[in-house]
């Protein structure tokens, strides 16, 4: 016990709400620091309405030159339809695949593809300007979640080429987290001192499972914010992320240099000092 008392995160109390299933690194890294989990799902993975887009893509995938996969959970769905449908990996040999981050390229490399391009930066912005020159003419098949920034496809097609985005998977806010996000922030003894967000996704189902709030302009001051949550540090994994919350009128208290799982562990360990605990 006495131990536990050097540990950087020692009596920081932290909420993370990745999906049920993609909590444990998140959760594991911070309670290595000492930091006292909780773990409130904001978002919960679905499968689409139909899967024939997405399988129809498949079926034909030899005649695209590109692919691009922008999370782990899309990549989880191909491997299960390319299974399904009995597609073989050699049928992807002449399609070059954009990952969006290391998370996403180690799960293509798991399934036995080769990522030809990942950007230094994890944004979707940042795979638009690694594949500019590449593009005109081109056939790209972007396989992603239900509602998602329209940067990728919008960017290419200015760019020449023939973008089919199909749905992989949806992104809802869990129903069950609802009453029990309401219950810790009224609870001094459960609140968390950091939230963590990894995508917008969310920001917005965590907005949502608190009753709702419309978006504002000009508006980040603490004050701004409902009373519950006064005091708890938002922690955010990137830019795209640190913007939805700004969107929504919360504060953006620390935002992970290095737009990954471990680059925000490390945001909120460099935090600590800060936190009022």
């Not at 290391?102 to 036995?112: D, E, F, S, Y």
């Not at 004050?223 to 949550?229: A, E, F, G, K, N």
């Not at 969107?247 to 620390?254: K, S």
Request: net charge positive; proline share 6%; charged share 30%.
């Amino acid at each position: 016990m006495r131990a536990n008392k050097t540990k950087p995160l020692t009596r920081v109390r932290v909420l993370v709400g990745r999906a049920r299933r993609q909590a444990s690194a998140l959760s594991s890294g911070l309670t290595k620091l000492g930091t006292e989990v909780v773990e409130i799902p904001f978002i919960e993975i679905r499968k689409p309405r139909s899967y024939k887009p997405l399988d129809a893509a498949l079926k034909r995938i030899a005649s695209y030159d590109w692919l691009i996969l922008t999370s782990v959970n899309g990549v989880e769905t191909l491997a299960e339809r390319m299974q399904r449908l009995r597609v073989r990996r050699s049928e992807f040999c002449h399609v070059q695949i954009a990952a969006i981050g290391p998370a996403t390229r180690a799960a293509i490399q798991k399934l036995g593809l080769r990522v030809a391009v990942m950007p230094e930066r994890y944004v979707a912005e940042s795979v638009v300007e690694n594949l500019r020159g590449k593009m005109k003419g081109k056939r790209v098949l972007l396989a992603r979640a239900k509602v998602a920034r329209d940067v990728i496809p919008r960017e290419l097609r200015k760019m020449g080429a023939k973008v089919d985005v199909v749905e992989a998977y949806e992104t809802v806010a869990p129903a069950a987290s609802k009453r029990r996000l309401e219950i810790i922030m009224k609870d001094p003894k459960r609140r968390p001192h950091v939230v963590t967000f990894t995508s917008s996704s969310t920001v917005r189902n965590f907005v949502e499972l608190l009753g709702g709030r419309e978006p504002v302009v000009n508006l980040s001051k603490e004050h701004s914010i409902p009373r519950d949550l006064h005091g708890i540090q938002f922690a955010s994994i990137g830019p795209i992320t640190s913007g939805t919350l700004r969107e929504l009128g919360f504060p953006v208290h620390l935002e992970a240099k290095e737009y990954t799982i471990p680059g925000l562990i490390r945001a909120i360990r460099n935090r600590a000092p800060k936190l009022k605990l």
